[in-house]
């Protein structure tokens, strides 16, 4: 009988949310620490980038975060 759980034999996932901080875009370390802030205005997006910012953005590796981050600046 295997007795590991899940979540000690998933491989860890880094998670970040992306979304609007204070009128940028800032970065959350899961959801609620702030690791960065990208010096740009959310208000200068268009619309559908708002919305998702409103909503934030779940990303779960380094490279995806990169990847929106170079979308963005």
């Not at 979540?7 to 620490?33: C, L, M, N, R, W």
């Not at 205005?41 to 975060?65: F, I, R, S, W």
């Amino acid at each position: 009988m295997d007795t590991t759980s899940d979540s000690e034999t998933a491989p860890s996932q880094e998670e970040y949310t992306v979304k609007s901080h204070e009128g940028k875009i800032g970065i959350f370390y899961k959801e609620d620490t702030l690791i960065r802030i990208i010096d740009v205005y959310v208000k200068t997006l268009p619309k559908a980038d708002q919305t998702l910012l409103e909503k934030g953005l779940l990303v779960t590796n380094e490279a995806e975060l990169r990847s929106i981050i170079e979308d963005y600046t």
